[in-house]
């Protein structure tokens, strides 16, 4: 499912900063991770590694049975449409509304609309949202905007879920009610990586944590090991 | 939900807002109203030019000295005046008068030649018929009846008047190549202006799953569809100014030399001009579409 064997990161070319080292993991299909370090470790890099927002400048990084060093970049949408990627800072399109930002990854896949409809329609049902179906994201609240997001993550029933600090604009319901989505479509077989700080949050729901430090992973095992020092600070 | 129940083919990168229906268009227009100038300057130039050289073409001029000495069978005027007459492929043949000849030699003798004793040789203007015409054959035939009778064809005219033809035509690709060349740099300045504005849109339907195509179609079906606007705009604004070219010069290229009547004016433009004309908001169609997609998908490359 995901496999990480020696991955480097590096931006701006041969000269530029390597952001992530050396990097080895594997998770099965169905998995789920924590992913934990302190700000600058490498967790918003090894998202982007792992949404094909950029490709590993060495090592092999295979993803949904796929060879990302090796893929051409015809085959990188298609590996893409089986990612959904919850972002800190929403990234919704602002000039769509709620629906259709919900609607945008099934559109893509060429989805009939009848069933893109009542799929988001269902969706928006579900973050309670459908009052607020025909709003633009400027007229959405943080907390709006983030259930927005995370709508448009799973709509598509994604093979690997990524989110990053998806709880940070939630209420602790929300939060709490976001926590059972990701928990639901986990034992349903999406594998599950979540990025966070919150220490609390990662006490509440026990798992495998991957935690980074300086662009190496330092731990990558129960998250009641994790140390101390390398915790989400 | 209103907003909602739109197709599915909509405007997902807001392009509406980041390619406007103001600039672009205007910017089209003007290069459509250039290439149709240089169309319709390319192709009256040619026909007027064709219109000469078939006139010329279709002349010859035949000069008899001392017209009024004997020869055989009457006077070397009357012996060219038979043969000209027993010529395959002349028409018509006429013999210029008295008056006529001083008004050609004014510029020359003044007012009245005759004063100055000359013996000016009788004029004749031959018109062809069309059909296929021996001019060394009749020459030869003209000088055997009248020796010194010369015939003069209007070659180096031709050979200008092509020369002319050719060089307007070059002159008419050369500025439709710069045409083409500066609307497609017009179109890919837009369309880079558009990626700029939507560089954050795109990354996150890129991320989304969109293919470079998908994209770049997006890109493409807008400027398509202004650059059609524009140029059918550019059509409308030089048409009355074709319309008035054409009148001003019909009298050149018809015999009755008569401006046109305002009911004639419309078929006063040549078909195939036309033709060029509904062809153009076409060409601006293909030239915005393939350079916002070249624009779109070399623009996509850096993107993993």
């Known amino acids: 499912m995901v496999r990480l064997e020696s991955v480097g990161l590096r931006y701006g070319g041969p000269g530029g900063a390597e952001v992530l080292h050396d990097l080895n993991f594997a998770m099965a299909e169905g998995g789920f991770r924590w992913l934990l370090g302190p700000s600058g470790a490498g967790k918003t890099s090894l998202l982007r590694l792992l949404t094909l927002a950029v490709r590993p400048t060495s090592g092999r990084l295979q993803l949904l049975g796929a060879a990302v060093e090796r893929a051409s970049r015809a085959e990188l949408p298609l590996l893409r449409r089986r990612i959904g990627m919850v972002f800190q800072d929403f990234r919704l399109l602002p000039h769509l509304s709620a629906f259709d930002n919900v609607a945008l990854p099934l559109r893509l896949a060429g989805r009939p609309e009848g069933q893109v409809r009542a799929d988001v329609a269902e969706m928006l049902r579900w973050v309670t949202l459908t009052r607020r179906a025909e709003a633009l994201p400027a007229e959405l609240s943080g907390g709006e905007q983030q259930r927005v997001a995370i709508a448009r993550a799973v709509i598509g029933r994604p093979a690997l879920l990524l989110a990053d600090e998806p709880t940070g604009n939630l209420d602790d319901t929300q939060a709490e009610r976001l926590m059972q989505l990701l928990r639901e479509l986990n034992r349903l077989g999406t594998s599950v990586v979540v990025a966070t700080h919150s220490t609390a949050l990662v006490a509440r729901y026990p798992g495998r944590a991957l935690v980074l430090a300086e662009g190496r992973l330092v731990h990558d095992g129960a998250s009641d090991d994790v140390p101390r020092a390398e915790e989400a600070t | ?304």
């Open chain 2, 1 to 304: 939900m209103a907003r909602s129940l739109r197709p599915a083919r909509a405007d997902d990168l807001g392009l509406r807002r980041a390619l406007s229906d103001r600039l672009l268009p205007l910017l089209v227009a003007a290069m459509t109203f250039l290439a149709a100038l240089a169309l319709a300057g390319a192709m009256a130039a040619a026909g007027l030019a064709e219109h000469w050289r078939t006139g010329a073409a279709s002349m010859l001029t035949v000069q008899v000295p001392m017209p009024e000495a004997p020869a055989v069978g009457g006077t070397r005027a009357e012996v060219v005046t038979h043969a000209l007459g027993d010529t395959l492929g002349i028409a018509t043949f006429r013999r210029l008068s008295a008056a006529e000849i001083a008004t050609l030699l004014k510029p020359w003798l003044g007012e009245d030649p005759g004063h100055l004793s000359l013996p000016l040789p009788a004029m004749f203007e031959v018109r062809l018929s069309g059909d296929p015409f021996d001019a060394t054959g009749a020459a030869a035939r003209l000088a055997r009846a009248a020796p010194g009778t010369l015939v003069e064809r209007n070659g180096a005219w031709l050979t200008r008047l092509a020369d002319l033809v050719r060089s307007l035509r070059a002159c008419a690709a050369l500025a439709l190549l710069v045409v083409a060349f500066v609307a497609s740099a017009v179109v890919a300045v837009a369309t880079r202006a558009g990626l700029a504005a939507r560089r954050d849109a795109i990354e996150i339907v890129h991320g989304l799953g969109a293919t470079d195509g998908m994209i770049a179609s997006q890109f493409a079906e807008r400027v398509m569809m202004l650059a059609v606007a524009g140029a059918l705009l550019g059509v409308l604004l030089v048409l009355p100014v074709l319309l008035g070219l054409a009148s001003l010069a019909a009298p050149f290229a018809t015999a009755d030399a008569q401006p046109l009547q305002p009911a004639q004016l419309l078929r006063a433009l040549p078909p195939m001009l036309w033709a060029e004309l509904v062809s153009l908001p076409l060409v601006a169609a293909l030239i915005g579409w393939a350079t916002a997609q070249a624009t779109v998908r070399g623009w996509l490359g850096r993107l993993p």
